[in-house]
T-cell receptor, first 116, second 115 residues
C-alpha cells in the first residue's frame, strides 16, 4: 500500500478564524490529491481535486474562496478553511494515489474540525 | 454522471458466518474501477478490495471476495468467516476511466458482527 498522513488530527477553533489542514503522501509522490468532507454516519463528499503546480478544481456547490487548496509540492496539499463558522464543523479527509496508478486511492486518517 | 447505490444501511452477521453487502452503480463509461473501502470507528478509510471493469474474474483478498456483474452493474462484497474486527462502515466506490482517482461513493453499510 501507500501511506498518507494528515495534520492535525483534531482542531477546535473560534468562529471567524482560519484553519489549515495538511495532507502528505509519505512514501510516494502525488501530482493529484483529493479532499473530501464527511458528516457523521454519512458518505464521503468530494470537495475538490488538488493539482500540483496548478489551481484546484472544485466540485459544484463548494466555495473556492472558503476552502483554499494549495498543492505546492509532490507530497503536500493543504486545505485552509477561511473564516470558519460552526457549519464548517466536519470531518475532512484527503486521498492520494501513486503516479501512474492513481485509480487506487489511499486515504489520510482524517481531521476533525470543530468550530465554536 | 456516475452514481453508486448501497441499499442496505445496516447489516449484521454472527462471528464466523458469511455476509454479503450489495452495491449497484450506473455509468456510461467502459473503462472504470470499483472498490470496497472499510471505515472502522477510527474513521480511517481502508482499501478492502478493488476490481477492474475489464477483468471478468472476480477479485479476491483472503476472506473478502466480490461478485462483479458488469451487465447488471452490480458489485457485491462477500465476507467469509466474519471476525469482530470486520465491524465497520463499508463503502462501495466507483472510479472512472477518464478521471483516475476521483471516486464516487455509495451511502455506506454499517456492518455489525455479533460474537
Amino acid at each position: 500500500g501507500a501511506v498518507v498522513s494528515q495534520h492535525p488530527s483534531r482542531v477546535i477553533c473560534k468562529s471567524g478564524t482560519s484553519v489549515k489542514i495538511e495532507c502528505r503522501s509519505l512514501d510516494f509522490q502525488a501530482t493529484t490529491m483529493f479532499w473530501y468532507r464527511q458528516f457523521p454516519k454519512q458518505s464521503l463528499m468530494l470537495m475538490a481535486t488538488s493539482n500540483e503546480g496548478s489551481k484546484a478544481t472544485y466540485e459544484q456547490g463548494v466555495e473556492k474562496d472558503k476552502f483554499l487548496i494549495n498543492h505546492a509540492s509532490l507530497t503536500l496539499s493543504t486545505l485552509t478553511v477561511t473564516s470558519a463558522h460552526p457549519e464548517d464543523s466536519s470531518f475532512y479527509i484527503c486521498s492520494a494515489g501513486r503516479e501512474n496508478y492513481q485509480e487506487t486511492q489511499y486515504f489520510g486518517p482524517g481531521t476533525r474540525l470543530l468550530v465554536l | 454522471a456516475q452514481t453508486v447505490t448501497q441499499s442496505q444501511p445496516e447489516m449484521s452477521v454472527q462471528e464466523a458466518e458469511t455476509v454479503t453487502l450489495s452495491c449497484t452503480y450506473d455509468t456510461s463509461e467502459s473503462d472504470y474501477y470499483l472498490f470496497w473501502y472499510k471505515q472502522p470507528p477510527s474513521r480511517q478509510m481502508i482499501l478492502v478490495i478493488r476490481q477492474e471493469a475489464y477483468k471478468q474474474q472476480n477479485a479476491t483478498e483472503n476472506r473478502f471476495s466480490v461478485n462483479f456483474q458488469k451487465a447488471a452493474k452490480s458489485f457485491s462484497l462477500k465476507i467469509s468467516d466474519s471476525q469482530l474486527g470486520d465491524a465497520a462502515m463499508y463503502f462501495c466506490a466507483y472510479g472512472g476511466g477518464t478521471s483516475y482517482g476521483k471516486l464516487t461513493f455509495g451511502q455506506g453499510t454499517i456492518l455489525t458482527v455479533h460474537p
